[in-house]
Every structure is written in structure tokens, then in C-alpha cells.
DNA sequence: ACTCTGCATCAAGACGTA
DNA sequence: GTAATTGATGCAGAGT
DNA sequence: TACGTCC
């Protein structure tokens, strides 16, 4: 559940580190998702989705309709899947396996955190036929995105949990996907660092002051504290040296070191073998397999691609106007695939029938990415 | 006063229509 | 008859 | 905007 309290720390004591930009700010930027954390979302919403299977399909019909509305943003996400989870976090989810109740056998717990595989798999497929690339992190997912910011291949990490910045993500946004208007808030790193003062070595102290996944906290040590101490002393080892044991006592197995390292020095995936595609999303193949295959209501999934379709900009004006790089976006016509209708009308199998030679779509499925 | 903790509560994702 | 997740938020209480 | 529906 990320860093407690890090982000009010923050806006407290850094607010000058923290900035509002609308969303289209954001157009032509790369951003990077934790893939994980937006599909357990959906999954967890209530009221869940079934399928005439008995399949729940919250998390298609919801990576679905949250992707697209990136893309009409001109916003080019790249998704990041949870790899393993570190062996420091073992005692939090057991903890969580716990609470969820006894009913769960002890291998399925065990992995609670990752998704299961036909689940990730979905995921993957429906993300292809998006067009939008995804990346398979050896460990937290966090950590990976934070690599890609500093790598330079993405701009950013949009997220809801502030673990990416003690990973070392230059900026952190959230509320990416808040609806009425509402601005997407930027977290800066090296303001954070400049306004607290602090390396990014103190930084990762303060968050394990905090509380994070990795280890537990010390007994009345707020964040308010926290903060003062690490700023007077530097390290968490100096802390301990100025506060009284007696009323402060350390939590048991306290691996304070473990911890650092994981945040300094996480497993993640190399950047430099990582390629960034963005393709046009193929509708053929989005029909074919979230309704067909995966019994999502034909008409919604057609008006969503319809609406998409409608809000990509003219090939004329979109030209002009930004002189930003439209790497390897290469424009497609879509008219081919939505006979021109001009009331949406539902009912009718359109776009999978109506094939047009040539633009066999599905091939497609090939650009997710790859490597770890 | 200020700070931390524990407990209760509530809303959750996105669309479309009224 | 019948389930029931997670986390953010606000308020009460206790320790400093 | 508030609320009901999605499958």
C-alpha cells in the first residue's frame, strides 16, 4: 500500500514540489502504469462484471475503456506488470492473505499478489490489439517504472501509491483517471529532495520512517518526527542514537537494510532492452475478442471504438500543431472499419463481418513488449 | 497544543440516460 | 438465505 | 448532476 502518509508529508513540507496540470498537459508523453494495481482495481470494483460464462470480466472492460481514454488524451501509456515480489514483503502478504479470510488454501495465498495467469494473460491480449506495449518487471512494478523515468524512455509514473519515488521516479502523477476535469497532480523528485533537504539516500530513510512494505515502523514515530529527526541527523541509524529505546522501541526482525537495498538497488527490468511501440488499436480484433471471445456487450464495445475513432484528430490539423516527435504512430484510416453510421446503432454485428481486404488486423497481437 | 493511534464509516470503474 | 474487498477520511482518546 | 446499468 505504498509509503503512508508521504504524500501529505510532502504537500506539507514541500508543496512547492508538487504542481496541477490539466491532462492534455500530458499529450504526446509516455507514461508508465502499474498494470497490477489498475487491474485489481477493476477487478475489486463493485459491482463485479460477468459474462454469460460466469467470467469475471471487470478488469477487460475496465483496462479497456481507461486505455482508450489515454490514448484520446494523445497519451502513450506503457503498462507494467508485477514480476515477483520481494522476499521483505513476504510477512505483508501474508498478513493480507490472513485478513481475506482462512477459506483460501495456502498455494493461492502464496502468490495472492500476483495475478493469475489467465487474468495477466487477458490483459496481454487486450493490450496488443490496443496497440499500447507493455513490460513484464522481474520484481515490483514500481521500481521498473521508476527505472524507465530515469532512463529518459518514459516521462513519467502515474500511480496511486507514492512507492515510485523512494525507487527513484523523477515525477509521479496521480489522479490520472479522475473523471470531471479534474488536474493531474505532479509530484517533482528533485524538488522533494530540495525543498526537505535530503538525498535520496535520506528520502528512502524517511519513507522507512513511514512506513512501507518492506519492514515495520517504530512505535510512535509519525511522520512529523520523522522528518525532524532525519533532517537533525541524517540516517535512521543516527535517529535511533537520539531517541529513547525505552519509548521507542523497533519493531522485531527489523531489517533495516534489507529494506534500503530494495528501494536503492530494486531488481528491475533493463531499459536499454526495451522497446516502446505504440500502434493504432485494431478494432477488428478488439470486437472479435472482447465480444466474441470474451462476451463483452458487442454494442458498447463497438460506440467505444466508434467514440475513439471520432476523436482522433485529422491527419491535416494534426500536423501543425505539435512539433512534438509522433514516433511510429503512423495514422491509419479508420472509416474502414465503422462504415460511416451516422446514429450509433447498436445491435448490429458490425466491424468483424465487414472485413475489408487487407487490413487482417490481428497480426497486431505481436506489439505488446517483450523482454524483462 | 501537537502528534500518533484506533475505530467507524463509506465508496469503489465507466457509461448512458433522465 | 446469502455473501463482504481495500483504503481514504474523520473523530475520539491518550501520550508527549 | 445523480442514478441505474453493464454481463
Not at 186 to 199: A, H, N, R, V, W
Not at 294 to 312: D, I, P, S, T
Not at 314 to 332: L, M, N, T
Request: a positive charge; glycine letters at 6%; charged letters at 25%.
Amino acid at each position: 500500500m505504498g509509503i503512508a502518509r508521504l504524500a501529505d508529508v510532502i504537500k506539507e513540507e514541500a508543496a512547492e514540489a508538487v504542481s496541477s496540470f490539466p491532462l492534455r498537459q500530458y499529450r504526446d508523453r509516455v507514461i508508465a502504469l502499474d498494470a497490477s494495481i489498475a487491474i485489481y482495481q477493476f477487478r475489486t470494483a463493485t459491482p463485479k462484471l460477468f459474462n454469460r460464462n460466469g467470467e469475471n470480466i471487470s478488469h477487460l472492460q475496465g483496462l479497456f475503456y481507461r486505455t482508450l481514454h489515454l490514448l484520446e488524451n494523445g497519451i502513450k501509456p506503457v503498462f507494467v506488470f508485477d514480476g515477483q515480489p520481494p522476499d521483505l514483503k513476504q510477512p505483508l502478504l501474508a498478513r493480507r492473505a490472513e485478513a481475506a479470510g482462512a477459506r483460501r488454501d495456502a498455494a493461492e495465498s502464496r502468490r495472492a499478489e500476483n495475478l493469475p495467469r489467465p487474468l495477466k494473460q487477458d490483459c496481454e491480449t487486450l493490450l496488443s490489439y490496443l496497440g499500447v506495449p507493455y513490460v513484464q518487471a522481474p520484481a515490483e512494478a514500481e521500481a521498473t517504472c521508476a527505472a524507465l523515468v530515469k532512463s529518459g524512455k518514459v516521462w513519467c509514473t502515474a500511480t496511486e501509491d507514492m512507492d515510485a519515488l523512494p525507487f527513484g521516479s523523477l515525477r509521479l502523477i496521480r489522479h490520472l483517471n479522475s473523471k470531471n476535469n479534474c488536474e493531474v497532480e505532479e509530484f517533482s523528485l528533485p524538488d522533494i529532495l530540495q525543498k526537505l533537504g535530503m538525498t535520496q539516500e535520506q528520502f528512502v530513510d524517511l519513507c522507512i520512517l513511514l512506513g512501507c512494505d518492506y519492514c515495520g515502523k517504530i512505535w510512535q514515530l509519525g511522520p512529523k518526527k520523522a522528518l525532524k529527526l532525519l533532517q537533525q541527523h541524517g540516517t535512521i541509524e543516527q535517529v535511533l542514537q537520539n531517541i529513547d529505546p525505552q519509548k521507542h522501541p523497533l519493531p522485531a526482525n527489523w531489517d533495516l537494510e534489507g529494506a534500503r537495498r530494495l528501494f536503492l538497488q530494486p531488481e528491475v527490468a533493463d531499459p536499454g532492452r526495451i522497446t516502446l511501440e505504440w500502434r493504432d488499436p485494431d478494432p477488428e480484433g478488439l470486437v472479435r475478442f472482447l465480444a466474441h471471445e470474451k462476451h463483452m456487450n458487442e454494442a458498447r464495445v463497438c460506440r467505444r471504438l466508434q467514440r475513439w475513432q471520432e476523436a482522433q484528430p485529422k491527419p491535416e490539423e494534426a500536423q501543425p500543431k505539435h512539433q512534438a516527435p509522433r514516433e511510429g504512430r503512423k495514422q491509419r484510416k479508420l472509416g474502414e472499419f465503422f462504415p460511416a453510421s451516422k446514429h450509433a446503432r447498436p445491435p448490429e454485428v458490425r466491424g468483424v463481418r465487414a472485413r475489408p481486404p487487407g487490413t487482417r488486423g490481428a497480426r497486431g497481437m505481436a506489439q505488446g513488449i517483450i523482454l524483462c
